[in-house]
């Protein structure tokens, strides 16, 4: 599985969106793009996932890029409770998971 | 979402003897189970993938006789820190993959904190 890149951490005002990016620029064409988040003291939560298109859920919002060398990860209204770690993966399916540093998200309030 | 939990939340143990942690999915057959541990201010690191019925394989440098797994159904996994030492204090996680599908999620557990005095 290819190898992602992403800032060490962000700061975002509450209510506020928020756009986490991320870099593969060696992504296979059977990667899929996964994002995971861990709060404190917990164990990671899945987010959002996709292949090509853009996707939506409750949670956030996945924009791929074209030519699907990077992504951004989108939660539209941050809140006190999106303060966490992000991590990017890429993944065959099939394959596990693993965790690179991931971006620590903090939210003012 | 699938629900994994973990037990126990947290233990304390002396230096020597051997700990348990069960991992159980508990409203989805996982087929799948993955372990990792996490140190302080550090991500998340494999340490061994198990299928139900079939051995673990375990992740480079990671001791297989140190670690033991097993993961005898589709809704348990164990892990088994074998005389255990206060380097091995880390905060232990599962996760559990359903079967099939086109969605391939991993799902995990809240975790446990273990200390070896």
């Known amino acids: 599985d290819a190898k992602t890149t992403q800032p060490n951490s962000m700061e975002s005002n509450e209510e506020e969106p928020v756009h986490l990016p991320c870099n593969h620029s060696?992504?296979?064409?059977?990667?899929?793009i996964h994002w995971y988040r861990q709060l404190p003291s917990q164990g990671p939560e899945y987010v959002i996932h996709?292949?090509?298109s853009n996707v939506n859920n409750r949670m956030a919002s996945l924009a791929i890029a074209e030519d699907r060398k990077s992504s951004t990860l989108i939660l539209h209204r941050a809140t006190l409770r999106d303060a966490a770690v992000y991590y990017c993966?890429?993944?065959?399916?099939?394959?596990?998971?693993?965790f690179g540093a991931g971006t620590i998200l903090r939210v003012k309030s | 979402g699938a629900v994994v939990s973990q037990h126990p939340s947290w233990v304390i143990c002396k230096s020597g003897t051997s700990v348990k942690i069960e991992c159980r999915s508990l409203?989805?057959?996982?087929?799948?189970m993955f372990w990792y541990r996490q140190f302080p201010k550090q991500s998340l690191m494999l340490m061994a993938t198990?299928?139900?019925?079939?051995?673990?394989?375990?992740e480079q440098g990671v001791e297989k006789d140190k670690f033991l797994i097993n993961h005898a159904s589709l809704t348990l996994s164990t892990l088994t820190v074998t005389s255990a030492h206060p380097e091995d204090s880390s905060f232990y996680i599962c996760?559990?993959?359903?079967?099939?599908?086109?969605?391939?999620?991993?799902?995990f557990g809240p975790g446990t904190r273990l200390l070896v005095l």
């Open positions: 996760s559990a993959r359903g079967q099939g599908g086109a969605v391939e999620t991993q799902y």
């Open positions: 060696t992504i296979s064409g059977t990667d899929y």
């Open positions: 996709g292949l090509t």
């Open positions: 993966i890429l993944k065959e399916y099939g394959n596990k998971l693993v």
């Open positions: 409203d989805f057959q996982a087929t799948t």
């Open positions: 198990s299928n139900e019925g079939s051995k673990a394989t375990y």
